[in-house]
């Protein structure tokens, strides 16, 4: 018995979906793992930005704290200097 063009059609859809499906299964758990390592490098991404924010709040502060002090300081020499 000879195979017809829809046979053959057929035939060929078969095996293009089950290729897709035998893919999508050896790939899916490689692009579980990648994305699993994204999150982890994104994590660590927040984690960095956390520790740059107290920094710059450090800094800000040991800032805030010195000008202060100079202003202090301006105008105790601008009384000593009788300045005004």
Same mark, same amino acid.
């Given at each position: 018995? /000879?195979?017809?063009?829809?046979?053959?059609?057929?035939?060929?859809?078969?095996?293009?979906?089950?290729?897709?499906?035998?893919?999508?299964? /050896?790939?899916?758990?490689?692009?579980?793992?990648?994305?699993?390592?994204?999150?982890?490098?994104?994590?660590?991404?927040?984690?960095?930005?956390?520790?740059?924010?107290?920094?710059?709040?450090?800094?800000?502060?040991?800032?805030?704290?010195?000008?202060?002090?100079?202003?202090?300081?301006?105008?105790?020499?601008?009384?000593?200097?009788?300045?005004?």
């Amino acid at each position: 018995m /000879a195979l017809t063009k829809v046979d053959i059609k057929h035939i060929q859809q078969g095996i293009k979906s089950t290729v897709k499906d035998a893919v999508v299964e /050896a790939v899916d758990p490689y692009f579980a793992a990648i994305q699993k390592d994204f999150n982890n490098v994104y994590g660590r991404f927040d984690d960095i930005g956390k520790r740059f924010d107290k920094i710059e709040k450090l800094i800000l502060a040991d800032y805030k704290r010195r000008i202060e002090k100079l202003e202090l300081e301006v105008r105790e020499v601008r009384d000593l200097l009788s300045i005004k």
